[in-house]
């Protein structure tokens, strides 16, 4: 790749539009001068990337030839008096916790904690003390948001079985009540393929019938299907590469194979805000891990170069191999990894890439191929393709393809392979049957009109969040959207005001998220359709309001209804081939 | 060499000593000028003295500052290290015929009748004790739940994947196991793996029995704790180790009241077919305040008189073990794991068991198919019992064929009476373990071709704490009958004498 390349391009885009840059990101780039020579991506960064001139960060889309259409990516920034009070909700809830727990500890308050047997007393306590002060104090408190029983297909309306507390969430009683037709925006069923009826569920019944519930033994033993081995070539024929392999649990795909590929005197670089099994992989390994920023090629680069040119440390000795770890579309932030960059950079400095799609599997991409597709990249520039099973084909487990050789030595190294019960026979069944309907092998078009549908979905529901004033993170094309509430008040009282509007959505705090980026997370689905989206939204909004989580300063957009009768109009809108307003790309 | 008599060096000076020395005449003058001189001089020897000292001060910054810039390299540099460095292949090569590469291929269901690569055997390799793979009424059940929730959960159980299901197998299996408690995983490998990281953190220490399978090793590794193998069922190993500890402890009681300990071990071993001394291990955790993890993967379903287990097993009382976990694709036949114990400790992976809080949960089919396995073994407990007889029966047998006949220096029985799954290891390792294995495929081969199916005991060769030695793994179920087994018998022992000669 020639280096000069991204100082000359960088401030294009391949369809002709001038990407407008701050003239501070200029000067800056001209004094890097010399390193840009070498370095693929010593981006015209900031030194502050969120400047102080415009609050909201729009990705910055250089080196914009490797994509092949445009990336915009939005985390804007928090403002400073919702930080500031945001702070100050945990610094009440921290008082109040400590209050309490002296409370408690005195027998002022009922302690509704399980004890230790009497037996025990003397032993070690098995929890410290301060460990569980978070969920004591702060977690209990909003409880009955999470671990909602749910009792019907996760589809795009589902059941709820409705719980009751007496004892202010730290037990929970059924009332044996439903509440019926509850709309899902939180469940990772992208493709609408958790269903109980259509053709899945017939040939998961027909396999059931055939093959049984379990397999009651490991792939290397004696449980190796053939349904297994025809899901394995499947899978390879989707992602396009030579050969894949299966495995029983998407967690367990990261965690059990990292090891397989990295050990001793490897590197692994890994984004930040990875998820917890491939930190966990990692860490198994035993190798050397690095964080690098999340989505930042400039940091990756740096942490890439550094270790190629100080080798080991202690012993010096030059690495034996760097696997770059990166997932498709992060969970909690919507963001789409920047792949091409990636891969850039892999080539460039002989590294290898290990790449989750768990998220953006059968979500992204023209064919539902996931960001490979979605970018229109080589699928064998990915060295390890991995993904799960459990969200856009609804059933359960996970996968890791790549060429003939990584495959046939996970295939007698893998620890998945050789200690774990093999897949479900229905299960793989149902992985089957979806991937086919996604391929239009199944001799129809409804893959291609739920990957359309779905698409849609989200940029219409990405784009009507925006308007009414909330902070959306995320990429544009990412069915997941994060929604900010910022304030641990709020969490509750949102996924509460939601639920009395029969609308079950997630919201996520810290730990999962920064401490003062709590948000709630909305998963798009096909099986949405405008009107539930349309009623999902309308109860936003109004929860919005009764909450003041507009926070947006972003310039709303003229039109912006304040009811929402006209949106049909805008219907036209979807249909455009660049749907990315250039008072997106350029705010200031 | 000077010699200055320090003492009276500004008093007297002996010009003597000097020329004694060897100096010339003119150096001496000047020496004696010099030391006469500077009393006078103060200005001039402070200046002196001063620009020395700055100059050791230099010296000592200047030899760090050379080392750092020996270390930067300059651009060009750089890149000739990054155009020259070349890693290391993704994978190894593998040799085109290692055996990973051809499973064998089972087509249809791996019941008791299994067809392997087209061949139709009677299945002595899967873990279906309690023959609940191919039965129609947990079939049944499973398609059911099918009908009503479909496959797959899509989300983790905190987020809309607790299915009323998944509540009822929980509290089904707490009932089973007669605990407060139960949690389930949606893979038998990731329970264990991911409960003990829950508990045992940094600085913790772990005693574990050496023949733990490998999701209590990967389990160990993830938690960082401070590990102890003690030999296999050796409990005065065991009472040695944590002997030492307590002296150890004694000596910093500090630390010790936070470090948290808790010896690990399997029910039925699956490395190696026997027991643990459970009875004896409860005496010692009280005794020396440790707390007790008992994986039951193989002895869940299979021992006690109802299946609940060597708790059961023993009659000791399932309260003094501080957490159980077992999986449910053994006895149970269906995918998944769980724990159960008292809900001080089981609750706790509800926000901290990885595998639980971060894994999509299990699918609802595969939960409903579990509580109907619960529910058979509830009905009829006496199929338990009829079973135990089929593992006297193939002990003896196997104990038959290959210790007292004369040929039985050739293969030895590894596995206690009323283990479900035997290990037939070479009574004589040719010394290669390749070698040992490629026999012992043969012999497995050759009893395929009689449909008799059989498999090898397959272990990460590299990855294994303390590597079992190679052996075939014979599984007992319910479904055998007497003939089947007695043709197992005889078949594996015809393919030893033919093969092991």
């Known amino acids: 790749m020639p280096p000069s390349m991204t100082k000359s391009s960088a401030n294009k885009l391949t369809n002709g539009d001038v990407f407008h840059r701050t003239s501070n990101g200029k000067t800056s780039s001209r004094r890097n001068g010399f390193v840009k020579n070498h370095c693929l991506f010593q981006q015209p960064q900031q030194k502050n990337p969120r400047p102080s001139e415009n609050n909201h960060v729009v990705s910055r889309t250089t080196n914009a030839s490797l994509y092949n259409k445009v990336f915009v990516e939005q985390f804007e920034e928090t403002p400073l008096l919702v930080a500031v009070l945001t702070y100050m909700g945990y610094g009440i809830l921290t008082i109040f916790g400590y209050l309490r727990d002296f409370l408690r500890h005195w027998g002022m308050e009922k302690c509704h904690v399980a004890r230790e047997r009497e037996e025990q007393k003397d032993f070690v306590p098995l929890y410290q003390d301060f460990e569980n002060f978070y969920t004591r104090n702060l977690y209990m408190r909003i409880r009955d948001n999470w671990n909602r029983p749910i009792c019907s297909v996760p589809g795009a309306k589902m059941d709820l079985l409705e719980r009751a507390s007496k004892d202010y969430n730290w037990t929970f009683q059924h009332t044996g009540k439903l509440v019926k037709d509850v709309i899902n925006m939180g469940s990772y069923n992208y493709l609408g393929f958790a269903e109980n009826t259509g053709r899945c569920a017939d040939a998961a019944t027909e396999s059931t019938h055939h093959y049984g519930i379990g397999v009651g033994s490991t792939r290397y033993e004696m449980g190796n299907l053939d349904i297994h081995e025809e899901l394995e070539q499947l899978v390879a024929r989707f992602l396009g590469v030579e050969s894949s392999m299966a495995f029983g649990m998407g967690f367990a795909t990261n965690s059990m194979n990292i090891p397989a590929l990295a050990g001793k005197g490897c590197l692994i670089l890994s984004d930040e805000l990875n998820h917890a099994s491939l930190v966990l992989g990692a860490r198994l390994s035993g190798s050397i891990i690095r964080v690098f920023k999340h989505n930042n090629m400039v940091s990756l680069e740096k942490l890439l170069r550094d270790a190629i040119v100080h080798g080991q440390p202690r012993t010096r000795r030059p690495w034996k191999k760097i696997l770059i770890l990166v997932e498709g579309i992060y969970s909690m932030e919507g963001s789409i990894v920047r792949l091409p960059e990636v891969i850039a950079l892999k080539k460039r400095y002989k590294a290898f890439l290990y790449l989750d799609e768990a998220h953006s599997i059968g979500a992204l991409g023209p064919r539902g191929g996931g960001v490979v597709d979605y970018f229109a990249l080589d699928p064998k520039d990915v060295d390890i393709m991995m993904g799960t099973f459990t969200k856009s084909f609804g059933a359960a487990g996970g996968y890791i393809g790549g060429k003939r050789e990584l495959i046939d030595y996970l295939r007698s190294h893998s620890h998945s392979a050789i200690y774990a019960t093999s897949m479900s026979p229905p299960v793989s069944q149902q992985i089957i049957t979806s991937m086919k309907i996604i391929m239009g092998e199944d001799g129809t078009t409804l893959g291609v009109v739920r990957l359309r549908q779905l698409s849609e979905n989200t940029t219409y529901f990405r784009r009507k969040l925006r308007e009414m004033g909330f902070i959306i993170y995320g990429n544009d094309d990412s069915p997941v959207v994060p929604m900010m509430l910022y304030m641990p008040a709020k969490i509750g009282a949102f996924g509460r005001e939601m639920l009395k509007r029969n609308i079950g959505t997630v919201v996520v705090g810290f730990p999962a998220t920064p401490i003062i980026e709590s948000r709630a997370r909305f998963c798009v689905s096909a099986a949405h359709t405008r009107d539930i989206l349309d009623t999902a939204l309308e109860a936003i909004s109004e929860v919005g309001d009764i909450l003041q989580l507009k926070y947006s300063r972003h310039q709303r957009l003229p039109h912006l209804p304040s009811s929402l009768g006209s949106w049909s109009t805008e219907e036209s809108l979807l249909q455009e081939p660049s749907h990315v307003k250039p008072s997106v790309i350029n705010p200031g | ?501």
């Open chain 2, 1 to 501: 060499m000077l010699f200055i008599d320090y003492s009276s060096a500004f008093n007297t000076i002996i010009s003597t000593k000097l020329r004694t020395l060897g100096l010339n005449t003119s150096i001496c003058n000047w020496i004696l000028d010099f030391l006469m001189g500077s009393p006078q001089a103060p200005a001039y020897h402070l200046v002196l003295e001063g620009i020395l000292i700055l100059w050791i001060i230099r010296l000592l910054f200047s030899k760090t500052y050379k080392l750092q810039e020996r270390s930067d390299l300059t651009e060009k540099e750089k890149e000739d290290l990054i155009e020259e460095w070349q890693p290391e292949p993704l994978v190894p090569p593998m040799s085109k015929d290692h055996p990973s590469l051809n499973y064998d291929i089972v087509t249809g269901p791996p019941s008791h009748k299994i067809i392997v690569n087209g061949k139709e055997c009677i299945n002595f390799a899967s873990f279906n004790f309690l023959g609940f793979l191919d039965n129609e009424r947990v079939k049944q059940k499973a398609l059911t739940s099918l009908r009503r929730y479909g496959v797959g959960t899509c989300g983790p159980r905190g987020f809309y994947g607790t299915f009323d299901v998944h509540l009822e197998l929980e509290d089904r299996l707490a009932k089973f196991m007669k605990t407060e408690e139960a949690i389930i995983y949606s893979y038998g490998f990731a329970t264990i793996a991911s409960a003990i990281p829950a508990y045992s953190k940094r600085g913790d220490i772990v005693f574990v029995d050496e023949a733990a399978c490998f999701s209590i090793q990967k389990g160990l590794q993830a938690s960082r704790s401070f590990i102890k193998y003690f030999k296999h069922n050796d409990m005065e190993d065991l009472e040695r180790l944590l002997k030492e500890q307590e002296i150890e402890d004694q000596r910093n009681p500090r630390k010790a009241r936070v470090t948290r300990r808790f010896i690990i071990v399997e029910g039925l071993y699956i490395n190696t077919a026997d027991v643990c001394p459970l009875p004896d291990l409860v005496k010692l955790k009280y005794k020396y305040k440790v707390r007790i993890f008992l994986e039951e993967s193989m002895s869940f379903g299979v021992l006690g008189e109802h299946g609940r287990g060597v708790t059961e097993h023993f009659g000791v009382n399932i309260d003094d073990i501080d957490l159980i976990s077992a999986n449910m694709e053994n006895a149970v036949a269906s995918i998944g794991g769980f724990c159960c114990g008292r809900s001080f400790v089981i609750d706790h992976q509800r926000l901290s068991g990885q595998g639980y809080c971060f894994s999509a949960s299990l699918p609802p089919m595969l939960a409903a198919a579990a509580i109907e396995a619960l529910n058979i073994m509830e009905e009829d407990p006496v199929v338990i019992l009829i079973w135990f007889r089929f593992f006297i029966f193939m002990y003896d047998l196997v104990n038959k064929y290959f210790q007292i006949d004369s040929y039985s220096a050739v293969k030895s029985v590894i596995g206690e009476v009323y283990a479900p799954a035997l290990h037939l290891q070479l009574e004589r390792s040719s010394g290669s373990r390749d070698t040992d294995v490629r026999m012992l495929r043969s012999i497995v081969d050759y009893c395929l071709e009689r449909q008799i199916a059989l498999t090898l005991a397959r272990y990460l060769d590299k990855e294994e704490r303390f590597l079992p030695p190679p052996s075939i793994r014979v599984v007992v179920t319910i479904e055998q009958t007497e003939e089947d087994i007695e043709k197992a018998a005889s078949c594996i022992r015809e393919a030893a004498l033919a093969i092991l000669k």
